[in-house]
């Protein structure tokens, strides 16, 4: 529900309350009968008593609308999150959801397990898309590595390697055929850090 909604259901339930409380004043004992049918004949002979009802009236049956249609359409929003927060694998028996955390520390594993390799950040990104009219959708996955490479590495080939790795991972765990892995280098080491870290 937005603000203006909210505003309004603020205004709509505070006119109710005021209402509620105008009908316990007339109820108790304390203005003469006389004096409230005279009050209540001018105000339903007024014009702005039927324009303010009739405000009333519309602003009740939009907020009955937005408690209806706010309510599925959040429902949507959050399975549709949801959604794009998981890889789905299909097997035998159905749909298996698989969080895009533990895809990443898939990834993971797998291309620190690449010589050369010194540190590896995964983002997972999953997308349901559908092939063709009447095909079952599927998971669009796209796997992002910023990777840190030792000195005296070349790119290309750590590269390939890694990018190879992960694939193995994707088929052979996952068992997904419709993926896209992004590397991108975030450090490369120098030489004489790899030669301490040798040394030592």
């Not at 049956?61 to 309510?71: N, Q, R, W």
């Amino acid at each position: 529900m937005g603000y203006i909604n909210r505003f309004l259901l603020f205004v709509f339930a505070l006119a109710v309350a005021l209402a509620a409380l105008g009908a316990i004043v007339l109820c108790l004992p304390v203005i003469p009968v006389p004096e409230i049918l005279n009050e209540t004949a001018f105000v339903l002979s007024r014009w702005e008593t039927m324009a303010g009802a009739a405000l009333v009236f519309l602003l009740g049956v939009h907020l009955a609308a937005c408690a209806v249609t706010c309510g599925s359409t959040d429902g949507a929003q959050e399975k549709a999150k949801k959604e794009s927060e998981a890889v789905v694998v299909r097997g035998a028996g159905g749909e298996v959801r698989v969080a895009t955390s533990a895809v990443s520390g898939l990834a993971e594993r797998a291309a620190l397990k690449v010589y050369g390799v010194e540190t590896v950040d995964a983002k997972v990104e999953s997308r349901r898309v559908a092939k063709g009219e009447g095909a079952e959708p599927s998971s669009a996955v796209v796997v992002g590595l910023a990777i840190g490479l030792g000195g005296g590495q070349n790119v290309a080939q750590v590269s390939d390697a890694v990018r190879t790795a992960v694939s193995e991972q994707m088929n052979e765990v996952l068992g997904l055929a419709d993926y896209t892995i992004d590397i991108s280098i975030s450090e490369i080491a120098s030489r004489d850090a790899a030669k301490k870290s040798r040394v030592s």
